[in-house]
């Protein structure tokens, strides 16, 4: 049992080593054990982890902008809920940046480019956010090396789901 464990750890290792665009190709596919050619899912690299890290960053600008733009009210507060949700983003971003480089190895300092949102209501701009990570998190593949990241992407589309239904409850007036 210990051989086989050893068996698939070094597959793995290997596997990251070859993906690892700092060491080498950045574009191997980690998604399957070597010499499995049972399915061909979508080949994500660093890259495409720093792209999406990269629209993180825009959606948690965009969320702070609306959270300042927003109407002043009573009851439920759509300028408390962006607030609430900013910071859902942000930790999330980290543990995205942090998880990929588990995986991948170190970025470079230029490597997050945010990406800009123009949505401009609370609605809109949630509603985006959902649709992105449901596209992203749709092109991770079902192996070993990214179960801990669909995790936890996992409890970031609840996040996402919850804040829908809050922002929901808030009168958010004009912008």
Not at 35 to 51: I, Y
Not at 78 to 97: M, T, W
Request: aromatic content about 10%.
């Amino acid at each position: 049992m210990s051989d086989l464990f050893s068996s698939m750890a070094d597959d793995i290792i290997i596997r990251r080593k070859k993906a690892n665009p700092i060491a080498g190709n950045g574009g191997a596919d980690i998604s399957s054990p070597a010499g499995d050619n049972s399915e061909t899912p979508t080949q994500l690299c660093q890259a495409d982890f720093n792209n999406f890290i990269s629209l993180l960053d825009g959606w948690q600008s965009k969320c702070k902008n609306l959270h300042w733009a927003a109407p002043s009210q009573i009851g439920e507060s759509i300028h408390v809920r962006l607030d609430e949700f900013h910071d859902i983003i942000a930790d999330y971003k980290d543990l995205v940046a942090e998880t990929s480089m588990g995986i991948f190895g170190r970025m470079q300092p230029n490597a997050i480019q945010s990406v800009q949102s123009n949505t401009l209501n609370a609605t809109d701009f949630i509603n985006e956010v959902h649709c992105g990570v449901l596209s992203f998190y749709s092109r991770l593949c079902n192996c070993p090396e990214f179960c801990g990241i669909k995790s936890d992407m996992e409890q970031f589309i609840s996040n996402i789901d919850k804040y829908k239904y809050l922002f929901s409850l808030c009168e958010t007036g004009m912008y």
